[in-house]
């Protein structure tokens, strides 16, 4: 179950500045860490975020294993036209992750 | 508990603790077992019928003879009703379900029933808050009744009040039990540490919400 949460208000007057939160579900391992027994535990992050307002990518993020699990990434975006925001988390293991959340601007 | 952990866990938008929570509402209305049965077949929707459940735990069986946790009570359901094998302690799904439950009962005042039948196992609980154990021969209380608020290394010693388990440790990366929580206070303290879900611990869980009643569940809790 990969899951993700994005909270941002649905609606926004022209030209505000709206915050979008995403919290995304992932154990962020970071190839560094060993099992009891000493074995390497193979690295599993998400390595790439991006977050799309109709189309137009407006905020991309490159995400390294330090990063704590279940990473939190908040930002910001302008509204300029209703439409659709679609956020994309794409990690080792062939993890992807897309949500989509719409917006009304007037 | 820091200002910046606070604003983490009262933000559903940021608590990373929801994320279970959501796994656990799918995981209520998900068919299970011989019985092809989903926990809302019996119990609806949770919103409503678990409201102030997960306060009122530890509660006394009378099948078993003893309180039972949040944890071991959805167990029993699982192999008594839905006739599906049990999930095993701290996997990922038991975490879902009881963050779940218990989320149904945010804000509500802890109220475990004490009464004859459950008189006993609180007093076990208090016997073992208050018995020195392991090799730094440390009882519970000298930690967290003398010196609370004091610093243990980096971290401030709380009072021992489990009001948002299963809780999301920033330490942990992820959800835990009290459970979890106990057997890392028994191993810091160089003693026997018991399987989850042990009886001791059940009667020490009992115990601690007893010490926590009145105060507000927070399910599902930051903490550091």
Known sequence: ?106 | MARETRAIQDDDATNPGMLWVLDGETLWNNKAGAADRSCADCHGDARESMKAVAARYPAFDPARGRPLNLEQRINSCRSGRQKAAPLAYESKDLLALAAYVARQSRGLPIKPAIDERTRPFLEAGKEAFYRRQGQLNLSCAQCHDDNWGKHLAGSVIPQAHPTGYPLYRLEWQGLGSLGRRLRNCLAGMRAQVPAFGADEFVDLELYLMWRARGMKVETPAVRP
Not at chain 1, 52 to 69: C, F, K, M, Q, T
């Open chain 1, 1 to 106: 179950m990969a899951r993700a949460v994005v909270t941002m208000p649905a609606q926004a007057k022209r030209g505000e500045i709206v915050e979008i939160k995403t919290l995304a579900q992932h154990a962020m391992e970071t190839g560094f860490r060993r099992t009891q027994t000493g074995e390497l535990i193979p690295r599993d992050i998400i390595r790439r975020f991006t977050c799309s307002y109709n189309g137009v990518e407006v905020y991309r993020a490159d995400l390294h294993p330090a990063i704590a699990a279940n990473p939190l990434i908040a930002f910001t975006t302008v509204a300029t036209e209703s439409g659709t925001l679609s956020f994309q988390w794409v990690g080792d293991n062939g993890y992807t992750v897309t949500e989509i959340a719409p917006i009304r601007v007037e």
